[in-house]
């Protein structure tokens, strides 16, 4: 009898983080992303969050792949889904906000040499803020 019991509150519990989980990640991936963009800054709006100065900003580019990160240093990660501070198999630290699978990837390269990518909820969105950077 006890070893039913002892089954019955495993199951449950473990359903009960099932939910959890799944509600969390659906949370993550359906939450709408977005950023302002003005004359003088961008500011990410997401959990993470992040504020980029443009006269800040040396370079912008727009590339395919996302730099392989070793850990994460300070943020989340979840799947995909990339917010923070990370590491990569190089040693250097670079900030992610990736919110989709697969797409484009914005590079800023800020003055000091530290980097920041951006890939939004999709392609059509990465693209719109990429050409509102470049001008």
Do not use: H
């Not at 997401?46 to 240093?73: C, K, Q």
């Not at 990370?86 to 670079?94: C, N």
């Amino acid at each position: 009898m006890a070893f039913f019991i002892g089954f019955i509150t495993t199951f449950i519990l473990v359903a009960v983080l099932c939910v959890v989980i799944f509600l969390f990640r659906k949370k993550l991936y359906k939450s709408d992303v977005r950023y302002i963009l003005n004359d003088s800054t961008l500011i990410m709006k997401s959990s993470f969050g992040g504020y980029i100065a443009r006269n800040n900003i040396a370079s912008v580019e727009l590339t395919d792949t996302l730099p392989p990160t070793r850990y994460r240093s300070l943020g989340q990660s979840f799947f995909w889904l990339k917010e923070g501070i990370f590491t990569t198999l190089d040693g250097e630290s670079i900030e992610i906000f990736n919110y989709a699978k697969t797409g484009s990837v914005i590079c800023l390269t800020r003055f000091k040499g530290d980097r920041v990518y951006i890939r939004l909820n999709n392609q059509e969105e990465t693209t719109e803020l990429y050409d509102k950077l470049k001008m």
